[in-house]
């Protein structure tokens, strides 16, 4: 079936720009998450959502970064007035999990590559 | 917050086994330990979780002694294309509530003919 998908799988922004990543994440699944991965560095949580609420959000580096999950399925990562600090590749990962008694193992999309320039 | 250290790099041959060794000195009681594995420009991929004790499957174990402050991947009889960086992940979540989780810096497994 379907995997993880993330849209655009490039993208360059000029610094002061607003940009928006898009996840489809895996039809069915509740649990969602945002990491950003730095070059040469393993990938960092930025957030949670459990359906359509974010349960964590103590990941996002500033207020410029924001989520949302509005229907519980595709969720967006919007950084606003991007920096060059910003730039990375953005991992979302979906995972069927909701509760105890089954496995944590999360499904990754390819990522989007964040260039500010 | 659970934090994870992993050798940089690490070399082995065709054929051989290779174990990797996370370390996790802070990891709490309900976390789960998941090893994932990643190549250039993609997302990394389920490899191995397990919470104590052993755990094997068809690609892997997972070995993680009793207080759990570590653990060991073991891929048996590499090949060339296991060439690829590997990262333990430690933390949890559940509907009731979520926990930061925490990757590793990553080994970059280089497997030589």
């Known amino acids: 079936g379907a995997g993880v998908s993330q849209s655009p799988r490039y993208k360059v922004a000029k610094r002061g720009q607003d940009v928006a990543l898009r996840c489809d994440p895996i039809?069915?699944?509740?649990?969602l998450f945002w990491y950003q991965q730095a070059l040469g560095q393993g990938p960092e949580f930025l957030t949670y959502f459990q359906n359509e609420a974010q349960l964590d959000k103590s990941g996002l580096p500033s207020d410029r970064f924001f989520a949302e999950r509005p229907e519980g399925s595709v969720s967006t990562l919007k950084i606003q007035r991007t920096q060059q600090e910003d730039s990375a590749v953005y991992l979302c990962?979906?995972?069927?999990?909701?509760?105890?008694?089954?496995?944590?193992?999360?499904?990754f999309g390819p990522g989007t590559r964040l260039t500010v320039t | 917050l659970a934090k994870t250290t992993q050798p940089i790099s690490m070399d082995s041959y065709e054929g051989q086994e290779v174990n990797i060794t996370c370390s996790h000195n802070n990891i709490a009681t309900n976390d789960y330990i998941t090893w994932y594995q990643q190549f250039p420009s993609q997302g990394p991929r389920f490899i191995i979780q397990?919470?104590?004790t052993k755990v094997t499957n068809e690609v892997a174990s997972l070995f993680i002694p009793a207080d759990r402050k570590s653990s060991t991947l073991s891929l048996p009889r590499v090949s060339l294309s296991d060439t690829a960086v590997y990262y333990c992940?430690?933390?949890?979540?559940?509907?009731?509530?979520?926990?930061?989780?925490?990757f590793g810096s990553g080994t970059q497994l280089t497997v030589l003919p």
């Open positions: 397990g919470y104590k």
């Open positions: 992940l430690v933390g949890s979540f559940s509907s009731g509530s979520a926990r930061q989780l925490t």
């Open positions: 990962a979906s995972s069927p999990r909701s509760g105890g008694g089954s496995s944590y193992e999360q499904y």
């Open positions: 039809s069915g699944h509740v649990s």
